[in-house]
T-cell receptor, first 114, second 113 residues
């Protein structure tokens, strides 16, 4: 039973390019959450999605960032026109549904903007 | 957002029990208490969670105060692999904030051989 899969594990982008981070939740999990961890800082919630719906995007920057979780395929976190300040570890978590569950996190994507 | 307070760091010796405290005086009646840990360069790992009663699983035990304003994560026999940052989090149980975990700074646990 594979866990939460994130890819790529490491991603290097030049300033101004686009970054696409992918997250495949655990089998049977339909809820996905994205978190960001800036260097030497704690994890910050970004967005909570269910299949084809954004439930809570209160932690998403207003510009350049978007997320989706289509009916088929992985969840995608997209960062347009990356800047150096976007360099961070991005973690995805999943849960089977709303309820009394712990979240399973992936190993993260480490984005470096040069 | 509900807040928790944890010591910045704690130390333990291998094979000894570790008690990691957490204060959450503003907890609401339906907030769950979750614990996660994060090893270096890895994603957070779920440890345990509870609502009112003490909980046990293969990783740890969670002792919750009767008034729910504090809790303690208990590692019964610490190993070197338990060295990590431990986060105590109140999981909001209502509305669109349902899915959000608010991570604090956590407690850095050092385990000595």
């Amino acid at each position: 039973n594979a866990g939460v899969m994130q890819n790529p594990r490491h991603l290097v982008r030049r300033r101004g390019q686009e970054a696409r981070l992918r997250c495949s939740p655990m089998k049977g999990h339909s809820h996905v959450y994205w978190y960001r961890q800036l260097p030497e800082e704690g994890l910050k919630f970004m967005v909570y999605l269910q299949k084809e719906n954004i439930i809570d995007e209160s932690g998403m920057p207003k510009e350049r960032f978007s997320a989706e979780f289509p009916k088929e395929g992985p969840s995608i976190l997209r960062i347009q026109q990356v800047v150096r300040g976007d360099s961070a570890a991005y973690f995805c978590a999943s849960s089977p549904r709303q309820g009394d569950y712990g979240y399973t996190f992936g190993s993260g994507t480490r984005l470096t903007v040069v | 957002d509900a807040k928790t307070t944890q010591p910045n760091s704690m130390e333990s010796n291998e094979e000894e029990p570790v008690h990691l405290p957490c204060n959450h005086s503003t907890i609401s009646g339906t907030d769950y208490i979750h614990w996660y840990r994060q090893l270096p360069s890895q994603g957070p790992e779920y440890v345990i969670h509870g609502l009112t009663s003490n909980v046990n699983n293969r990783m740890a035990s969670l002792a919750i105060a009767e008034d729910r304003k504090s809790s303690t994560l208990i590692l019964h026999r610490a190993t070197l692999r338990d060295a990590a940052v431990y986060y105590c989090i109140l999981r909001e149980s209502g509305g669109t904030s349902y899915g959000k975990l608010t991570f604090g700074q956590g407690t850095i646990l050092t385990v000595h051989p």
